[in-house]
Nanobody, 121 residues
Framework: QVQLVESGGGLVQAGGSLRLSCAAS????????MGWFRQAPGKEREFVAA????????YYADSVKGRFTISRDNAKKTVYMQMNSLKPDDTAVYYC??????????????WGQGTQVTVSS
């Protein structure tokens, strides 16, 4: 099992940047593909980005491609998401998630509690 704790959310103006972090506990962090999801008020949770256990494969939603970058440091058991050129539409609660196996946009087994990102216009 793995426990996940997100941090780094906050309030930022449109065009600004934030870096989210997700710290994992458990000895088997390297086994897990990691993902970021988000949920805006009144909307369903949606996939944002994913990264393979090695960091060699990444996968992004079209809405964030070219603006967001996912990365991981297995020694620190942490996954990051650098978010640049933020837009008001990026406002949401952002969740970190983990799954064994494929780097994909669904099928995640473990979830963090979320961190709020608010982008003002």
């Amino acid at each position: 099992q793995v426990q996940l704790v997100e941090s780094g959310g906050g309030l930022v103006q449109a065009g600004g940047s934030l870096r989210l972090s997700c710290a994992a506990s458990g000895r088997t962090f390297r086994r897990y593909a990691m993902g970021w999801f988000r949920q805006a008020p009144g909307k369903e949770r949606e996939f944002v980005a994913a990264i393979s256990w090695s960091g060699g494969t990444t996968y992004y939603a079209d809405s964030v491609k070219g603006r967001f970058t996912i990365s991981r440091d297995n020694a620190k058991k942490t996954v990051y998401m650098q978010m640049n050129s933020l837009k008001p539409d990026d406002t949401a609660v952002y969740y970190c998630a983990a799954r064994e196996g494929s780097t994909t946009n669904e099928g995640y087994d473990y979830w963090g509690q979320g961190t709020q990102v608010t982008v003002s216009s």
